[in-house]
Nanobody
Framework: QVQLVESGGGLVQAGGSLRLSCAAS????????MAWFRQAPGKEREFVAR????????YYVDSVKGRFTISRDNAKNTVYLQMNSLKPEDTAVYYC?????????????????WGQGTQVTVSS
């Protein structure tokens, strides 16, 4: 069982930055593929970014490429999402997710564990 706790959300003006963190419990964090998803009001949950267990591979949805960076520190059992040049359309609840599958892809059904979410609001 893995527990995920997100932090770092908040209110920021357009063009600003935030860094989200997701702290994981358990001794097998380094074996999980980790990802960030987001869900805006009235919309379905959307994949944002993922990172392989070693941190060597990353993948982003087109709308955040060049602005967001996912990273992880396996020694600290933590995954991060650095968000720069934020836009109002980035406003959503952001969720951290973990998968025991190396090729977890971008589908939420492939992720076994989820955090409670952290709100990110970008004002125009």
């Amino acid at each position: 069982q893995v527990q995920l706790v997100e932090s770092g959300g908040g209110l920021v003006q357009a063009g600003g930055s935030l860094r989200l963190s997701c702290a994981a419990s358990g001794r097998t964090f380094s074996s999980y593929t980790m990802a960030w998803f987001r869900q805006a009001p009235g919309k379905e949950r959307e994949f944002v970014a993922r990172i392989s267990s070693s941190g060597g591979r990353t993948y982003y949805v087109d709308s955040v490429k060049g602005r967001f960076t996912i990273s992880r520190d396996n020694a600290k059992n933590t995954v991060y999402l650095q968000m720069n040049s934020l836009k109002p359309e980035d406003t959503a609840v952001y969720y951290c997710a973990a998968s025991t599958t190396y090729y977890a892809g971008s589908l939420s059904k492939n992720y076994n564990y989820w955090g409670q979410g952290t709100q990110v609001t970008v004002s125009s």
